[in-house]
């Protein structure tokens, strides 16, 4: 784990502390950062969320695709702060991460920002509307 | 049938130009197989037995002359003269060098067609009725909503890395053709009270545990189908184990938490994304509606000359009631005797085009039984249709009966499978076309899988055959009793398994106890449903 | 015998170590006895031939190697059913001896 974040899409400033579990959180009610696993519930997170400013989503794989429901359901319940993408983390599925609702990645292999902004602009339109700002194909053909 | 329009272009070709790029880093060796995998397995590019192998989605089995004629010119340009259609509505390609996957992809593009999420654990690609808009027994086209699907669960962002596959099936009759409830979802458009609604089962599916999906809601409202979608899907991205590739399917987490228990969590999911705005407006299912409009189908009043009596014989077999009076929906024979059940060369394709354009409306089926249809045949037209199919090998009048196999590629391409499976299908239907059975035998349904993953139904057969490897050698078992029609049922093994010659004198011998114990008007599975399975071991093993 | 085979990284081609190199011919194969493992290894990092692994295998009765699993020996021939399209397509009895 690397200290400094390789890539964040967010213009406020990194909140560097480091990440408590989601069980330790439970006790520790001073913590700003909190590091999910894939099998925990990120639901037990959503009374506390005004007091987070940042809130890790670990990818052991990236073939687990559970920290994308987790991050959706953070922002679905007004979660602003900063949400990392954290371990295995790689180029070809930053969009689908960014439309979940990440806006910072911690990559094990560091990625080549050229590569990453390729990625996110790959895809003119989207199809679903999901946790990032964009509006889907079917709300643009009934404008 | 539907048709693009600028965003739906935009995103595909999109779609080209992403995989282009993956393919070129790959062969740069920038990506590891590793890392390549699910990039290519979400744009249908399998590596098989001898080569590459790229299936192309077929959106719920609908497809045009113009479409048809392209994928005939990729088997000739890219591929060795022949493809393979599916159970799932699709068609593969046997011999497709990764050199070649973007370039295709670019020649798909151009008439609408792609092989997004053909393969990897996302949402596949959506299949239906293949009488769908022609059948006298539906209550609405299903296409509509399978496409309102379609565009939904293209590049899903939260659910593009599930536990595993997932298939949905949209039909809007009581009457099943597309095996709906052995889906992970299966969708029923039904009507309540004058109201369009959709019924979901979840949790179906074949595999080492194959299941019947259960009905955990029995009416959905139109304008909250996506909404429901997603719910049942993210309850199973959650859930759904990840520990275990043999039981990451839905069907295993609802049977785990039971369906009641798994409705509840789906109910309350889909209670909270009711105020997200996830659903689109009802004008775009409309928008959609619009494309799927029946053809102008004046009633030529006419019906078909029986006169000559092999054309008899291929109306009684292969022509499905039509809801507008003076038609008919024709069904292909893809199962010549003795020949490899799907496959079709890029000539008998171009037929196929011809004949869609000049008899059908311009549209063509795929049935998940491995044949095609032409929707909307003029009963006037018939004969000059039936002549033309005969002409070019495909007029084989044997829908629903022995020789209309469904066969998974099997240890001949596969490098899942265990066993042949094409030379088992070939002997049976060269043996029952020689002994004079096959029309006395009626609708029996025989499905072969050359390994427990079961792409070729066998549980689902009234006469299922699993291959399997005994020691090294290919092994085969019988199964009786499977339906995947609206009285869906899963087939169950006689008993000790059968070599390559004995598996089918073994077909023989059940086929000899119903013909021997029928009742009058049973089918083959009727008389399995009433005798039970002590007959056939008795029969087979004594 | 121990043969090394994959699939070419590029055609996808079913594809046999032959010492020095690759071969789409069983018959060039080469037995990398002890060394299959490593062999296999090294090869997978040089990245041309999708996975590449070990299997056993015997000599057959015409000289060339013969595997000792049905899958790999149809995976030498080309497909049973369409004896046109294999490397053999002018033997009538290829595939019966994949059997």
């Given at each position: 784990?690397t200290?400094?974040?390789?890539?964040?899409?967010r213009?406020?400033?990194?909140?560097?502390?480091?990440?408590?579990?989601?069980?330790?959180?439970?006790?520790?009610?001073?913590?700003v950062?909190?590091r999910?696993?894939p099998g925990e519930?990120t639901?037990?997170?959503?009374p506390?969320?005004?007091r987070?400013?940042?809130i890790?989503?670990?990818?052991?794989?990236f073939?687990?695709?559970?920290?994308y429901?987790?991050a959706r359901i953070?922002?679905?319940?007004?979660f602003?702060g900063?949400?990392r993408?954290?371990g295995?983390?790689?180029?070809d599925q930053i969009?689908?991460?960014?439309r979940c609702g990440?806006?910072a990645?911690d990559?094990?292999?560091?990625?080549?920002?050229?590569?990453v902004?390729?990625?996110?602009n790959?895809?003119?339109?989207?199809?679903?509307?999901?946790?990032?700002?964009?509006?889907?194909?079917?709300?643009?053909?009934?404008? | 049938m539907?048709?693009?329009?600028?965003?739906?272009?935009?995103?595909?070709?999109?779609?080209?130009?992403?995989?282009?790029d993956?393919c070129?880093?790959?062969l740069a060796?920038k990506?590891?197989?590793?890392?390549?995998?699910?990039?290519?397995l979400?744009?249908?590019?399998?590596?098989?037995?001898?080569?590459?192998?790229l299936?192309v989605?077929?959106?719920y089995?609908?497809?045009?002359?113009?479409?048809?004629?392209v994928?005939a010119?990729?088997a000739?340009?890219?591929d060795?003269g022949y493809?393979?259609?599916?159970?799932?509505?699709?068609?593969q390609?046997n011999w497709?060098k990764?050199?070649?996957?973007?370039?295709?992809?670019a020649?798909?593009?151009k008439?609408?067609?792609?092989?997004?999420q053909t393969s990897g654990?996302?949402?596949?690609?959506?299949s239906?009725?293949h009488f769908?808009?022609a059948?006298?027994d539906?209550v609405?086209?299903?296409?509509?909503?399978?496409?309102?699907?379609?565009?939904?669960?293209s590049?899903?962002?939260?659910?593009?890395?599930?536990?595993?596959?997932?298939?949905?099936?949209?039909?809007a009759?009581?009457?099943?053709?597309?095996a709906m409830r052995?889906h992970?979802i299966?969708?029923?458009i039904?009507?309540r009270?004058?109201?369009?609604g959709?019924?979901?089962y979840?949790?179906?599916g074949m595999?080492?545990t194959?299941?019947?999906a259960p009905l955990?809601?029995?009416f959905v409202?139109?304008?909250?189908l996506?909404?429901?979608s997603e719910?049942c899907?993210?309850?199973?991205?959650?859930y759904?184990?990840r520990d275990?590739?043999?039981?990451?399917?839905?069907?295993?987490?609802?049977?785990?938490?039971?369906?009641?228990e798994?409705?509840?969590?789906?109910?309350?999911?889909?209670a909270?994304?009711?105020?997200q705005?996830?659903e689109?407006?009802?004008?775009?299912?409309?928008r959609?509606k619009?494309y799927?409009?029946?053809?102008d189908?004046p009633d030529?009043?006419q019906?078909?000359?029986?006169?000559?009596?092999?054309f008899?014989?291929w109306?009684d077999?292969n022509t499905?009631?039509?809801?507008m009076?003076?038609y008919v929906s024709?069904i292909?024979s893809?199962?010549?005797?003795?020949?490899?059940?799907?496959?079709a060369?890029?000539?008998?394709?171009?037929?196929?085009?011809?004949l869609a354009?000049r008899?059908?409306f311009?549209?063509?089926?795929i049935m998940?039984?491995q044949n095609?249809?032409?929707?909307?045949v003029?009963?006037?037209?018939?004969?000059?249709l039936?002549?033309?199919?005969n002409e070019a090998?495909?007029?084989?009048?044997?829908?629903d009966?022995?020789?209309?196999i469904?066969?998974?590629?099997?240890l001949?391409?596969?490098?899942?499978?265990?066993a042949?499976?094409?030379?088992?299908?070939q002997r049976i239907?060269?043996?029952?076309?020689?002994n004079?059975k096959?029309?006395a035998?009626g609708e029996?349904?025989?499905k072969?899988?050359?390994?427990?993953?079961?792409?070729?139904?066998?549980h689902a057969?009234h006469i299922?055959?699993?291959g399997?490897?005994r020691?090294?050698?290919?092994n085969?078992?019988?199964?009786l009793?499977?339906s995947?029609?609206?009285?869906?049922s899963l087939?169950?093994?006689?008993g000790?398994?059968?070599?390559?010659?004995g598996i089918?004198?073994a077909?023989e011998?059940?086929a000899?106890v119903?013909?021997r114990e029928r009742t009058?008007g049973?089918r083959?599975?009727?008389?399995?449903?009433?005798?039970?399975?002590?007959?056939f071991k008795?029969?087979l093993y004594d | 015998?121990?043969?090394?085979?994959?699939?070419?990284?590029?055609?996808g081609?079913?594809?046999w170590?032959?010492g020095d190199?690759?071969?789409?011919?069983i018959?060039?194969a080469?037995d990398?006895?002890?060394?299959?493992?490593?062999?296999a290894?090294?090869?997978e990092?040089?990245?041309?031939?999708?996975?590449?692994?070990v299997?056993?295998?015997?000599?057959?009765?015409d000289?060339?190697?013969r595997?000792?699993?049905?899958?790999?020996?149809?995976r030498?021939?080309?497909?049973?059913?369409r004896?046109?399209?294999?490397?053999k397509?002018?033997?009538?009895?290829?595939?019966?001896?994949v059997?």
């Open positions: 784990m200290e400094q974040v390789p890539l964040r899409l213009e406020d400033e990194a909140c560097m502390e480091p990440a408590v579990t989601l069980e330790a959180f439970g006790g520790q009610t001073n913590a950062a909190v999910i696993e519930d639901r037990e997170l959503l506390h969320l005004d987070l400013r940042r890790d989503i670990a990818f052991p794989a073939t687990d695709g559970r920290g429901s987790a953070l922002r679905e319940a007004g602003t900063e949400l993408a954290v295995d983390v790689l180029v969009a689908y991460m960014r990440f806006d990645f990559p094990d292999a560091s990625l080549d920002p050229d590569d902004e390729a990625a996110l790959r895809f003119p339109q989207v199809y679903q509307s999901a946790a990032d700002a964009r509006t889907p194909i079917w709300s643009l053909r009934h404008q | 539907y048709a693009y329009d600028q965003y739906d272009q935009a995103m595909v070709d999109a779609r080209v130009a992403e995989f282009r993956q070129e880093r790959r060796g990506l590891s197989e590793d890392q390549f995998k699910p990039l290519r979400m744009n249908g590019l399998y590596l098989q037995l001898h080569a590459y192998m299936r989605a077929i959106p089995g609908t497809l045009n002359g113009g479409q048809m004629r994928l010119d990729i000739e340009k890219y060795r493809g393979h259609f599916t159970t799932r509505q699709n068609i390609y497709i990764l050199e070649d996957a973007a370039d295709i992809l020649d798909l593009a008439v609408e067609m792609h092989a997004i654990n996302c949402i596949r690609n959506i239906s009725d769908a808009g059948a006298a539906e609405a086209d299903p296409r509509p909503y399978a496409e309102l699907l379609r565009q939904w669960s590049f899903h962002p939260e659910f593009s890395y599930l536990p595993r596959k997932f298939k949905i099936c949209v039909i009759s009581e009457n099943d053709r597309a052995l992970d299966g969708i029923r039904v009507e009270d004058g109201e369009l959709a019924q979901f979840v949790g179906g595999g080492r194959p299941m019947i955990i809601r029995d409202p139109l304008d909250q996506v909404t429901y719910a899907l993210r309850v199973y991205n959650r759904g184990r275990n590739k043999y039981k990451a399917r839905i069907k295993i987490l609802v049977h785990e938490l039971g369906a009641e798994y409705t509840r969590q789906v109910e309350e999911e889909f909270h994304l009711l105020d705005g996830v689109p407006p009802l004008a775009e299912l409309e959609i619009g799927f409009r029946d053809p189908m030529a009043g019906e078909a000359d029986r006169s000559d009596p092999d008899a014989v109306l077999h499905h009631a039509h809801k009076p003076g024709a292909v893809l199962k010549p005797v003795g020949g490899i059940p799907g496959d060369t890029a000539a008998q394709m171009r037929v196929l085009a011809d354009e008899y059908s311009d549209e063509l089926r998940h039984t095609v249809v032409l929707p909307h003029r009963k006037a037209d018939l004969y000059a039936w002549q033309a199919l090998g495909m007029g084989t009048p044997n829908a009966l022995m020789g209309d469904i066969a998974c590629p099997g001949d391409y596969c490098s899942l499978a265990n042949r499976s094409i030379p088992i299908a239907s060269q043996r029952f076309a020689a004079g096959e029309a035998l029996l349904k025989l072969i899988s050359g390994c427990i993953n079961a792409c070729g139904h066998h057969g299922g055959i699993l399997v490897d020691k090294g050698t290919e085969y078992q019988l199964l009793g499977g995947e029609a609206e009285d869906t087939a169950k093994i006689t000790p398994g059968f070599d390559e010659l089918v004198d077909v011998t059940a000899d119903y013909l009058e049973e083959f599975l009727d008389t399995y449903r009433r005798i039970g399975m002590a007959p008795e029969a | 015998m121990k043969l090394i085979t994959g699939n070419d990284l590029k055609t081609a079913v594809t170590w032959t190199g690759w071969s789409i011919h018959e060039d080469a990398a006895g002890d060394e299959a493992e490593a062999i290894t090294r090869e990092a040089a990245r041309r031939v999708n996975v590449p692994y299997i056993e295998a015997e000599a057959g009765p000289g060339a190697p595997p000792a699993h049905i899958k790999e020996r149809v030498a021939l080309g497909p049973t059913v004896v046109d399209l294999t490397l397509p002018d033997d009538p009895t290829a595939a019966q001896k059997i």
